[in-house]
């Protein structure tokens, strides 16, 4: 695996499901600043529908529109979210949240301190202990800092 690091500022991206998976993702990309478009009949408490663009419906193969670079299948509906990854383009990479192995890419659980980012991730094996390392590593870096 490669880390890189994406510049998702103003850019599109596609959620298709609006739980509580998709609650989380959907922070943690507008915090980077993406221009979120979320596809679901409801969302989760957690989601703030002022600061998406929530189309209310259920999904669609014509929803996959090639402006969206990254797209999340989060539904809870394993088939579903396959068929998500089967209808996107070439070009497009797709997060699986229900099956790792189809998924082109995984999210890192980040940390921002002092004008670093660092990113800890268990490859989509658990998302737990991935969030546990982060909550140590952040208590670590405040009770070190000079």
């Given amino acids: 695996m490669y880390p890189i690091t994406l510049n998702l500022k103003n850019k599109p991206v596609l959620i298709i499901g609006g739980g509580k998976i998709a609650a989380r993702k959907i922070k943690g990309l507008l915090g980077e600043g993406a221009d979120m478009t979320v596809i679901s009949p409801i969302l989760h408490k957690d989601i703030k529908q002022e600061m998406i663009t929530w189309i209310q419906k259920e999904y669609e193969a014509s929803d ?83």
């Fill in 64 to 146: 996959i529109r090639p402006q969206y670079q990254l797209i999340f299948a989060c539904t809870d509906n394993n088939s579903l979210n396959e068929q998500i990854l089967s209808d996107a383009l070439p070009s497009q990479l797709v997060n699986v949240v229900s099956n790792k192995e189809k998924s082109d890419f995984y999210n890192m659980s980040m940390i921002k301190h002092k004008g670093i980012k660092i990113g800890i991730t268990t490859e989509g094996a658990s998302p737990k202990v991935t969030k546990e390392t982060r909550i140590k590593l952040q208590e670590w870096l405040n009770k070190n800092e000079e």
